[in-house]
């Protein structure tokens, strides 16, 4: 009896020991939102919470925190994280944690930098990084890729830029800058394709702002540009593409600026001004002996209008007439000509559109046959050679939609065109009047 009591009790003490060895290596974790307001519980963290490794939430808040060595082994808060009113001068030996709720760091004094998470890859929920009045860098932030909410970037007075930043693509959000005093451009965004809203606001010395030029406009549902005194200049493609080309209703709350950049009317302005005509579609038809000229345009800006150019050799150019354009203008306007005397071969038309100032542009040539010639290129289209139908020798020369000669030689049977880019082509031979068009691939 005496022995199976002596077993027992040890069998005991074995399973305690063992359940309590699982326990800590395990980890014992406390459960809800963690406020931690001294430096002592920072450092006594792990004896406290021997293997602790992950929380729900977490609060440093307390001029007393100086360090996080006592909480550099957590890996993960799926709650938020927020860090008000320490002591702190950076994040340093926070290197193993790499996935937060929420990131708040808001009213830290000394804070200078976010040197210290390495690891930091995922932001669940939003980023607030407000009232920081010492925080210069963003650069040890380049570790983020992912942010599920909004961020916002407030009263930040030394902060010039947000280096750092640039492996964010995308957010669910919204992306607010403001009252940062001395922030000159938003350079750091420039990874940065798609977004809710951006609201850019009341930023005194900020010059700049190409640095959120690559975020798609058409992902976006509001645009606020506001009281940045110094910003003169909002012609990126991201604002422009979003402001739009309706005259009579230009989108986004533009207000508050300076120059160019004054209100949204004239961020369309100037964006108009550097927009082309839009040709969105160029044709040329036979209709019995004449010759149907078709095109159409999706907008316009000072367009006086299109000269119809008519040639026999891509070379030698006649304007058969000339077609008013509208203006300015973001509807879709269509044209049309007819050529009522078409030469025999091959005819080549062309159109030069002309703004008020007398400034032009060509469009590609595009051609009609009124004959057949005897001599053809094979394949139609090609790859990468061509050769004639009947044997040719001699010299030939290759031109481009736009006439612009891109090939020469001397031709002994086969011409490898697998340098030309695919595209329409005219090849001469012999200083022949006629040219043969073809297709590369």
Known sequence: MKNYILNFLKFLLVLIFGLSFMAVTKGTCPTGIVTITTQAEIDNFSATYPGCTSLDALILEGNGIVNLEGIGHLTSIAGDFIVRNTGLKSFKRLDQLHTVGAFIVENNLDLVRFSGTPKLATVTGDILIHNNASLIHFDKLHTINSVGGDITLSELPQVIDFIGMHNIQSISGTLTIENCANLQSLEGFEGMTQLDEIIINNNGSLTDISGIENI?????????????????????????GFVGTDTSFPNGNITGNSGNCADAGAVQIVCMAAMPVELVDFSVRKNDNQVFIEWSTASELNNSGFEIQHSVNATDWEVLSFVSGNGSTDKLNAYKFIDMAPKSGLNYY?????????????????????????????????????????????????????????????MTGVIAIDQLKAGIYFIRLDQRENLIRFLIK
């Open 216 to 240: 798609d406009e058409s992902t976006l549902a509001n645009l606020t540009i506001s009281n940045n005194g110094s910003l003169s200049d909002c012609m990126i493609s991201s604002v422009c």
């Open 350 to 410: 062309r159109l030069k559109q002309v703004d008020f100032d007398g400034s032009f542009e060509y469009s590609e040539i595009n051609t009609v046959n009124f004959g057949v010639n005897t001599l053809a290129v094979f394949p139609n289209p090609a790859s990468d050679r061509i050769q004639f139908t009947d044997e040719h020798r001699g010299a030939y020369e290759i031109y481009n939609s736009l006439g612009n000669v891109v090939l020469t030689g001397h």
